[in-house]
DNA sequence: ATAAACAAGACAATCTTACTCCTATTTGAT
DNA sequence: ATCAAATAGGAGTAAGATTGTCTTGTTTAT
């Protein structure tokens, strides 16, 4: 898996929305210029949005964007799995029949085991994670960040 | 983070070292040969496992490579990241100075908060797990493996 | 001395990322 | 009806990462 810069800007802009008045109809133009992200792209990234149900498109003269749904019911998962694709730490872990490790050393592979249990956990934060937490940290979301240097 | 080809191909060849008798010098060719890795980039990636001290290697006719650490003392977090370099889910778990969430929008940026707990999460796994956990599974590795489309 | 084996670095093909651009299509306002 | 504003969709592209190969050393056992 990897979060690229487009699951970083559909969270962004999302959040943008979620600043905004509720009925306010919002334009990528100004999402774009708000937070420092490059226009034709976010307008990609809000095109993958609409198809998910995130948010709901107005086109023509004074369109634009809105949340489709509270921000509480929008987890970080959903989104990048909406614009990335299901993404994956390692091709064991998605049902890819080219994996190397699983197909050409073992079916019942402890090593794709672990690579899924990895994303498994990574799945977890993402789900549990919404757009709503985000706008409003709590304590337990922001506070215990172990030094991921300190693990080795 | 991303686990590549590199970093899979350094835990299938540790594998297959701890495999071998504990004397055997063992070498690329036959690593190669016997897991159907490219010879040329396993040879490529057990020079950064010997700069790293997880492999000693012995140059000459009758060379190769035998393990430099018992199994139980080699985490797959150590080998990936002595192979990958640091990986990081997204920029922001890193140090990287250019990271754009968190130098154009908060210092205190949550989203970076929750990219930086996922990671640690998939760190802890690597972290406990050992190459010697990878030869002998025990039931609480293989099993607890919950769905990833599961939590969607 | 020679052949076997790793060490190191340059090089190359392919893929992914991170975009841009152009041409619709929709819509509100005149 | 027409025009301008806005998204929709698809093609295209430059840079960088991945996944290798190749060549030229250097070490070492015989």
């Not at 197909?103 to 990574?122: D, W």
């Not at 937490?133 to 240097?149: E, G, R, T």
Request: proline share 5%.
């Amino acid at each position: 898996m990897q979060v690229t810069r487009a699951g970083e800007y559909a969270i962004i802009g999302l959040l943008y929305l979620a600043k905004q008045p509720a009925d306010r109809t919002i334009m990528i133009d100004e999402i774009s210029e708000a937070e420092g992200v490059p226009k034709s792209f976010l307008a990609k990234i809000f095109q993958s949005l609409a198809k998910g149900g995130f948010v709901c498109s107005h086109r023509g003269a004074g369109g634009g964007f809105g949340l489709a749904k509270p921000t509480g019911e929008i987890t970080v998962l959903q989104v990048l799995q909406c614009v990335e694709g299901a993404f994956a730490l390692q091709r064991c872990v998605t049902d890819d029949p080219e994996c190397v490790v699983s197909t050409t050393r073992m079916s019942n592979c402890t090593l794709c085991a672990v690579f899924t249990e990895a994303q498994n956990r990574v799945n977890e934060v993402f789900a549990r994670t919404t757009i709503a937490d985000l706008l409003h940290p709590k304590p337990q979301v922001a506070q215990p960040i172990k030094s991921a240097a300190s693990l080795n």
